[in-house]
Nanobody, 119 residues
Framework: QVQVVQSGGGLVQAGGSLRLSCSMSGNTESINGVAWHRQAPGVEHELVAN???????NYADSVKGRFTVSKIDDKNTVYLQMNNLKPEDTADYYC?????????????WGQGTQVTVSS
């Protein structure tokens, strides 16, 4: 089993930066990647960024050039660095670890963290 714990987030002015952390424990060898999602009231759930075990990254168009996802394998931690934040980035952010040990897929979510960007 894999456990996921998030940290970071908070309130920041537009143009500012925040860093979110996603720490995994348990059967971390089974993790194939980690994704960051966000959900704002009245807005569709959005997959913001993804990083694979091999380090390949993908971003939503809405955050390209502003957000960076990275990982430190020794710490089993994935980060989402968010720069030049905009009010429309305000949302609850969730990370999720996924894998498929023995061909059985799983998706484990963090507890979520709130990001508020004031104009």
């Amino acid at each position: 089993q894999v456990q996921v714990v998030q940290s970071g987030g908070g309130l920041v002015q537009a143009g500012g930066s925040l860093r979110l952390s996603c720490s995994m424990s348990g059967n971390t060898e089974s993790i194939n990647g980690v994704a960051w999602h966000r959900q704002a009231p009245g807005v569709e759930h959005e997959l913001v960024a993804n990083i694979t075990r091999g380090g390949t990254t993908n971003y939503a168009d809405s955050v390209k050039g502003r957000f960076t996802v990275s990982k430190i394998d020794d710490k089993n931690t994935v980060y989402l660095q968010m720069n030049n934040l905009k009010p429309e980035d305000t949302a609850d952010y969730y990370c999720s670890a996924y894998g498929a040990p023995m061909g059985v897929p799983y998706y484990v979510w963090g507890q979520g963290t709130q990001v508020t960007v004031s104009s």
